[in-house]
């Protein structure tokens, strides 16, 4: 018996212009790269006994692992809706948002508030479903913001919200 997990929460559907290229861009090359595999995984079979045979194996695994994630950008895509138009009032923080805050020791700190598919792009990057984004949406410039982390509470103040 196996242990019970819980279903994942649902990933907000929203993401850049950028985002949305790189994930199809990637399903592009997914498709490219299973060719190859295919190629190689028929070739390992034709050797003979397929319980011995570590290529055979190894390309099987591999099959499985581009199927899987195929499906998943398949699927992903599907739901994904870009946001590429500003706000109506740029001094408050949404999505796609470049936001400078400082914390109380006076340290600089800049996000750019993305989907949940693409903060892991660069290190300035924050999903839209993290604790410091939830706290950050729908703020204004020179707003305090009370951020609850494992380590406590922490406090910033918007600097800085720009749409470039």
Not at 69 to 88: A, F, G, H, M, T
Not at 124 to 152: C, F, H, M, N, R
Request: charged share 35%; with cysteine; hydrophobic share 35%.
């Amino acid at each position: 018996m196996g242990r019970y997990r819980p279903p994942a929460a649902k990933k907000s559907p929203y993401i850049t212009e950028e985002g949305h290229q790189r994930l199809s861009d990637e399903l592009e090359g997914l498709w490219i790269k299973r060719r190859e595999v295919v190629a190689a995984l028929s070739a390992a079979a034709a050797e003979g006994d397929r319980s011995e045979n570590a290529e055979y194996i190894y390309r099987k695994k591999q099959l499985g692992g581009i199927d899987y994630r195929i499906r998943y950008l398949q699927k992903r895509l599907d739901e994904l809706k870009i946001v590429d138009n500003e706000p109506s009032d740029p001094r408050k923080v949404f999505f796609g948002a470049w936001v400078e805050l400082e914390d109380e020791q006076g340290e600089i700190v800049r996000y750019r508030i993305v989907g949940p598919d693409e903060f892991d792009e660069q290190d300035d990057y924050i999903s839209l479903d993290s604790p410091v984004a939830k706290a950050l949406l729908g703020k204004s410039l020179d707003d305090e913001v009370v951020v609850q982390t494992p380590k406590g509470k922490l406090s910033y103040l918007i600097t800085c919200v720009d749409y470039i």
